[in-house]
């Protein structure tokens, strides 16, 4: 089954919960007693939060606990989202995109990171060096993230579609560990994941392209912005402390990063290295962006042809937090 037939398959079951999720919101009590948010290892900002602490304490006085759930992948945020079990969670631009369009209420109001976290990587003994290699070739991606949109955008860039290959739906990890094994031929990888490939499997980066990877967002839904305006911008208020901290402390983020994700120094700098963390705002440069990965998915035949793909865009960019805080 190809890509854009799971894809509308789960479109109707998406629909019914995000109007589930929606409801559930309007009816819960105005008082949040537990703010519930992701860390990912994919968001560095996130584990440099998560471990100063910086939120519990900013949240203390309001009687608020603080609890972290690990995502795993963007459709495990934008999964966690829809369900309700968090509240605030990281994504890729791209991938809010397209659970915006499957049904999923969620609003990106925040950029956590710029990267190159995706390119496609294959092993030394398979032979690929071109994306037109692939062909007839076994791919492993996770569906509905960033590395899964960056595949089906770069086959079709390079007059391929997902019928010319075997696309391996798998979640991040395993899809590296498919990889090693043999079990596929290349990888849609995943940094911190991509760079443990490379540095410690051998594996190599045989297509790259920065300007298809979407920026890093952070979402939340509709119904928990509009009823908890002023804890989601505590919330960004933490995460710009975080950034900011990145920023003037490269060594510690480092340390940080190697110690949460449980990864060597060389791979948190590798993937440091393909990490911009100088800006915290989302606005029209990021709206376009998605909206560009949104019409060559639909060009592609992902997203049906009657989505209105800028107008979605536009929905799923929220300014009004970063704006209000004066973040640049």
Known sequence: MSFADLWRRASAAGVVLGLLGGAGGAL???????????YAYYNPVSLVLKDKGWLEESLAADGIKVRWVLSL??????????????????????????????????KAIYVYSRPEWTALVTRADTGIKTVEDLKGRRIA???????????????????????DV????????????????????????LDPLMARAELEDGAHLFYRNPEINTWGVLDTREDFAASHPELVAKVLAAYEKARAFSLANPGELKS????????????????????????????????????????????AGVVPAEVDVPAVAAALV???????????
């Open 73 to 106: 992948g963007s459709n495990k945020a934008l999964e966690f989202l829809n369900a309700g079990s968090i509240d605030v969670g990281s994504s890729a631009g791209a991938a809010a995109l397209l659970a915006r369009i499957n049904g999923n209420p969620v």
């Open 28 to 38: 819960a009590a105005d008082k949040v007693d537990e703010l519930r948010l992701d």
């Open 256 to 299: 940080i990063i190697a110690a949460q994700a449980k990864l060597s120094d060389e791979v948190a700098a590798r993937q440091l290295e393909r990490t911009d963390l100088s800006t915290g705002a989302i606005g029209d440069r990021q709206r376009k962006t998605i909206e560009a990965a949104g019409l060559a998915l639909q060009q």
């Open 318 to 328: 929220d300014v009004s937090f970063v704006q209000r805080l004066g973040i640049k």
């Open 166 to 189: 075997r696309i391996v739906l798998l979640q991040h990890q395993d899809g590296r560990l498919a990889l090693t094994k043999g079990d596929v031929d290349a990888w849609a990888g």
């Open 141 to 163: 991606a996770t569906r509905g993230t960033d590395p899964h949109i960056f595949l089906i955008r770069t086959l079709a860039e390079h007059g391929l579609s997902e019928k």
